[in-house]
DNA sequence: CATATTGGGACATATAATGTTCCAGTGGGA
DNA sequence: TCCCACTGGAACATTATATGTCCCAATATG
């Protein structure tokens, strides 16, 4: 059952979606029935037109009777009402949990990849190709895109597919600590690349002291200036993750990581907010710093696998995330805790 | 699995040829890859542009990657080829059977209806649905409809949904032998209420000797009349019998029930077949004979149920029916037998 | 270097979806 | 009994989408 909705969804997406209307006129004239068009389509919030379409095929099926009194199912559709419901369930679960997460995270748009990245490898290539499209959809002439490091942003980086000369991708931090092909700068690399357009690097570790970092930014022009273009880049594109594994990957002060591990379980961009998205500690970097966020045009948040649920839920509710791509077994796990 | 294809195919029966669509393509790039899209449109027999179309989504989806030499399928797309092999090989098995039986019968047009009609009710009112539609689909202002009896005839009586008044419903033969609700003339009259058109009667019994019929006939103009708009109609719409079971529904004589349960499988207006079609008793009744076939404009003809597998292909092989309504289970015995 | 094929792009046209409006019936309530 | 608000059916202009038909620069192959 999963995995023909699994396949459906991948071979033809939009056809749940003429699945999930006419199973919801039909429900709806089953509760309402007899009822007209005009009324159905009042109720359903979709145009009489759409909705005659709708009820012209369910008739033509034999699952809906007309009448002068208006419309009502047959015994047939009844059945099929019962049969679909599940179906249906699973189909519409997602979209439904999708605007569920969208309100209690106060995010515009939560898009939810069916299945679960930590088990299924291919959920997190789908991850990163949905967040890709998404991208591609915002994208425009002359554009600034920051993006973060992870191996969700290199995987989101390896399926963009677009040709933007004119654009520009920029790493929104510094923070040289982690695996090559992880880094920021590389993905910023590997995503301009694959866009046909220029991109902006830096080179600066994370974790300086001021000082030095002072001593950088001086002696470095460029830095100054990429730093600028990350502040008021139009799209802001970035991974979350979990407080505890990234202070242990950036190899932070024993005292520090046992200070983020009680403290605080997601972290993004450096910033590393506890449950209720108040940002308690924050890595010396040059680039993006959380009150950036206004200045930025969209910002798009990507994350997959239960574990990183309650990331997710600091992050968000930390700033203001305009789309948060993430994957069915996430947003299952967000769900109850929230 | 089962299930859920039967619900896509009600709820949403456009979409599976989209789904067999993409698949199709899918499954010739692997098989070409790197392969144009002109090329792949020759190979497909499509258009252009309509692979064009298809291969854009197949790019979107991650499911192609394009180059300079043509398109390749990748890794995630030749797993999926995989999986939908047997999701597609359900959707398109009945498809393709009804091609295969199309040819083998030599008939325009076989429709199947997934399912047993009889094991599952619903699956033979759905026969009648299908069967209702199709005779919409060809109905005109002013034709002449011959119906037949029997139970099949009669459930698609009750679904015909059209509103056609200038249209007449003739029974196509005589023979008041039967259940009332299931001989032709209560069925005509029901199509032509539903229809909203005329219907004539025919008050003849089956099986009355010559002279009888000879005496009925003259002392009756009524009954020339209809047995020539029965010679003429435009639409003949008829079931399919068990040889067997009619001769003894219709209590003939023992030796004649003998005879036809010897020699004949098929039964079909009054007219007995041969597995290998050849018309091998006819009862004595006014209407249709077989030979009126050619003046007749289009022949549909509807059975369902595996054991009437054999019946259904004596019938066809009899005379050129145009359509051929009948399940899935009627289908896959016939296949097995021819 | 020539050639055939590639993907990408553009644009007119055909087809389908949709918005909008009207109509003749027909129940139910006054 | 009459009226009114509702029904389904139909029509038509408008919009969106799909399709057919070219052309182009790039590129692998000989």
Same mark, same amino acid.
């Given at each position: 059952?999963?995995?023909?909705? !699994?396949?459906?969804?991948?071979?033809?997406? *939009?056809?749940?979606?003429?699945?999930?209307? !006419?199973?919801?006129?039909?429900?709806?004239?089953?509760?309402?029935?007899?009822?007209?068009?005009?009324?159905?389509?009042?109720?359903?919030?979709?145009?009489?037109?759409?909705?005659?379409?709708?009820?012209?095929?369910?008739?033509?099926?034999?699952?809906?009777?007309?009448?002068?009194?208006?419309?009502?199912?047959?015994?047939?559709?009844?059945?099929?009402?019962?049969?679909?419901?599940?179906?249906?369930?699973?189909?519409?679960?997602?979209?439904?949990?999708?605007?569920? +997460?969208?309100?209690?995270? $106060?995010?515009?748009?939560?898009?939810?990849?069916?299945? *679960?990245?930590?088990?299924?490898?291919?959920?997190?290539?789908?991850?990163?190709?949905?967040?890709?499209?998404?991208?591609?959809?915002?994208?425009?002439?002359?554009?600034?895109?920051?993006?973060?490091?992870?191996?969700?942003?290199?995987?989101?980086?390896?399926?963009?597919?677009?040709?933007?000369?004119? &654009?520009?991708?920029?790493?929104?931090?510094?923070?040289?600590?982690?695996?090559?092909?992880?880094?920021?700068?590389?993905?910023?690399? &590997?995503?301009?690349?694959?866009?046909?357009?220029?991109?902006?690097?830096?080179?600066?570790?994370?974790?300086?002291?001021?000082?030095?970092?002072?001593?950088? !930014?001086?002696?470095?022009?460029?830095?100054?200036?990429?730093?600028?273009?990350?502040?008021?880049?139009?799209?802001?594109?970035?991974?979350?993750?979990?407080?505890?594994?990234?202070?242990?990957?950036?190899?932070?002060?024993?005292?520090?990581?046992?200070?983020? $591990?009680?403290?605080?379980? $997601?972290?993004?961009?450096?910033?590393?907010?506890? +449950?209720?998205?108040?940002?308690?500690?924050?890595?010396?970097?040059?680039?993006?710093?959380?009150?950036?966020?206004?200045?930025? $045009?969209?910002?798009?948040?990507?994350?997959?696998?239960?574990?990183?649920?309650?990331?997710?839920?600091?992050?968000?509710?930390?700033?203001?995330?305009?789309?948060? &791509?993430? *994957?069915?077994?996430?947003?299952?796990?967000?769900?109850?805790?929230?």
């Amino acid at each position: 059952m999963e995995r023909i909705i !699994r396949l459906q969804r991948k071979i033809a997406p *939009d056809l749940i979606a003429v699945v999930e209307e !006419r199973y919801n006129v039909l429900k709806h004239i089953q509760y309402a029935q007899p009822i007209g068009r005009r009324a159905l389509a009042a109720l359903l919030g979709l145009s009489e037109r759409v909705v005659r379409a709708d009820v012209e095929f369910l008739k033509e099926a034999g699952l809906v009777d007309f009448s002068g009194l208006g419309m009502s199912v047959t015994e047939e559709g009844h059945n099929l009402i019962a049969e679909l419901a599940q179906y249906v369930g699973i189909l519409h679960g997602l979209t439904k949990l999708e605007a569920i +997460l969208a309100e209690k995270l $106060g995010i515009k748009q939560v898009i939810i990849v069916p299945g *679960d990245s930590e088990l299924d490898n291919s959920v997190f290539r789908e991850i990163g190709r949905t967040a890709a499209s998404v991208l591609t959809e915002y994208l425009q002439d002359d554009m600034i895109i920051a993006v973060s490091g992870g191996s969700t942003m290199a995987a989101l980086a390896e399926t963009v597919n677009a040709s933007m000369p004119t &654009v520009t991708v920029v790493p929104a931090r510094g923070g040289l600590g982690e695996q090559v092909e992880y880094q920021a700068n590389i993905i910023a690399a &590997v995503m301009a690349t694959k866009l046909g357009g220029r991109y902006r690097l830096l080179h600066i570790p994370d974790g300086m002291s001021e000082e030095a970092l002072e001593a950088v !930014r001086t002696s470095d022009p460029n830095i100054n200036e990429v730093a600028d273009m990350i502040k008021h880049a139009d799209i802001l594109i970035h991974g979350i993750g979990e407080a505890h594994t990234m202070s242990m990957r950036r190899s932070h002060e024993p005292d520090v990581v046992n200070y983020i $591990g009680k403290n605080c379980v $997601g972290e993004a961009l450096g910033h590393y907010f506890s +449950l209720s998205g108040d940002c308690i500690y924050t890595t010396n970097s040059v680039g993006f710093r959380l009150n950036d966020l206004a200045e930025v $045009g969209k910002v798009i948040a990507v994350a997959g696998g239960q574990q990183k649920a309650e990331a997710i839920v600091a992050v968000t509710r930390a700033g203001s995330q305009d789309v948060l &791509v993430i *994957d069915e077994a996430a947003a299952r796990a967000i769900q109850s805790i929230i």
